[in-house]
């Protein structure tokens, strides 16, 4: 019988390198997703959102999630309430 074949093959602590990359890529990567994104839309206060979504998933994971959230609500309201409203004039 043959020995089973480690899962991240001859590289030692390869499961824990794998979580502290990921402990590493989603917090920088919710954070940088969320710059552009503010950028993007016009959010004068792209930075400040980018730090605190980054921080709180350095926090933890739970609450990082709800700061995102936090995110998309504040960014889809200003779009809604920026966009001209039908039936309404314009003079």
Not at 50 to 70: E, N
């Amino acid at each position: 019988m043959t020995p089973p074949t480690p899962l991240f093959g001859a590289l030692p602590g390869g499961p824990e390198l794998t979580i502290i990359l990921l402990i590493l890529v989603i917090p920088i990567g919710a954070g940088l997703f969320v710059y552009s994104d503010a950028k993007r839309n016009g959010l004068d206060y792209a930075p400040a959102w980018a730090l605190g979504v980054t921080a709180l998933f350095f926090a933890g994971f739970l609450p990082g999630i709800p700061a995102f959230l936090a995110y998309v609500y504040v960014r889809e309201k200003q779009a809604r309430d920026a966009s001209p409203r039908p039936g309404a004039e314009s003079e």
